[in-house]
């Protein structure tokens, strides 16, 4: 098991060399550039000419490449023009990943709660109303934007019922510590119980909006699976030996069908990281998906460099988590 870790390890650390560099030139590709979002537009050729010279923005490319590596592995990615004017654009990342990571944690537990056991329902029910039910919701979770679904549960829930919060993270009324800067767990570390339900509560619509894809996709592929995993020779003869339903559900179909449920669970970590940035600008909530739209709006390209290089890590270190659960689940992929 070590062995294999470490191979995926290696993988990993190539795989983010390479990012950096598609981000690298990626950037620099886009109109404008650094310069123009530090001088603007309007900015006179000598003054341009002299900030690309104190940026090294005139040397070759290839320097400036390892240059930005150098100053990425110590955390310098320059600071923010844009999105918070002033800080260090590392600095903005941290403060803001918390809220996008406790709204994807809440939208993915959903996806998994549902998608899983009513994939599994469904496949048991083949042909029943539960079955053609679930299906017709997953179909809609897929087609319907993000966005929309998001403004469609902020109009109905928020300003016409006024049962849930419409935006933010938490009510400016509340006076809550802050510890890690998930507003939930910072309200149960520190025992304000209020605070803890209150950042709770907001999260529910946004969470709701970012993990109809996400189920749709965990409950197709789940239903397929066991359906697959039904129809195997290995589970007639369990049957046939005379062992329990429960024994062979879960021994048996479960086991066996969960190795692309995984798989799934590990690319829709991604697709949660990508939505987010349309359901944090509905609802205002302050994360690195806010920060995303914002850097482009107003070319903040060192919180565009930091925000998508780590969110790129992030991806992979949780197909590196699939992996492992792949060879937890199935011994036999140790050894590729």
């Avoid at 939505?275 to 107003?298: K, S």
């Amino acid at each position: 098991m070590l062995r294999f870790t470490v191979r995926r390890l290696g993988q990993l650390v190539l795989v983010v060399f390479v990012l950096s560099m598609l981000l690298f030139g990626w950037l620099r590709m886009l109109p404008g550039g650094p310069v123009s979002a530090l001088l603007g537009d309007r900015a006179t050729p000598a003054a341009r000419e002299q900030l690309e010279k104190a940026l090294g923005l005139d040397q070759p490319i290839f320097v400036q490449y390892f240059k930005f590596l150098g100053r990425a592995i110590t955390g310098d990615f320059g600071t923010s023009t844009g999105v918070q004017r002033g800080d260090s654009a590392l600095e903005v990342f941290i403060t803001r990943f918390p809220a996008t990571l406790e709204l994807s944690i809440l939208a993915l537990v959903l996806a998994v709660v549902v998608g899983i056991p009513l994939g599994y329902l469904a496949a048991r029910k083949r042909g029943g109303w539960l079955d053609n039910l679930s299906i017709t919701w997953s179909l809609v979770g897929v087609a319907v934007p993000v966005f929309f679904l998001a403004f469609l549960l902020k109009f109905v829930f928020a300003i016409e019922l006024g049962a849930l919060p419409a935006s933010g993270r938490q009510d400016s009324a509340i006076n809550a510590t802050r510890v890690t800067g998930f507003y939930v767990l910072d309200g149960l570390l520190t025992r304000e119980w209020d605070a803890s339900w209150n950042a709770l509560v907001h999260l529910i619509l946004p969470a709701i909006a970012l993990s109809t894809i996400p189920f749709a996709v965990i409950f197709r592929i789940t239903r397929a699976a066991v359906l697959d995993v039904m129809d195997e020779d290995y589970v007639r003869t369990a049957r046939a030996k005379g062992l329990g339903q429960m024994v062979i559900r879960r021994r048996h179909i479960l086991h066996n069908a969960m190795l692309p449920v995984v798989t799934t669970i590990g690319l829709q970590t991604g697709a949660l990281l990508a939505g987010a940035v349309l359901t944090e600008r509905v609802f205002n909530i302050a994360g690195i998906g806010q920060a995303v739209a914002i850097g482009f709006e107003r070319k903040d390209f060192p919180v565009l460099q930091v925000v998508i290089l780590a969110s790129a890590m992030v991806y992979v270190l949780v197909n590196l988590v699939v992996d492992l659960s792949y060879a937890l689940i199935d011994p036999r992929l140790r050894t590729r």
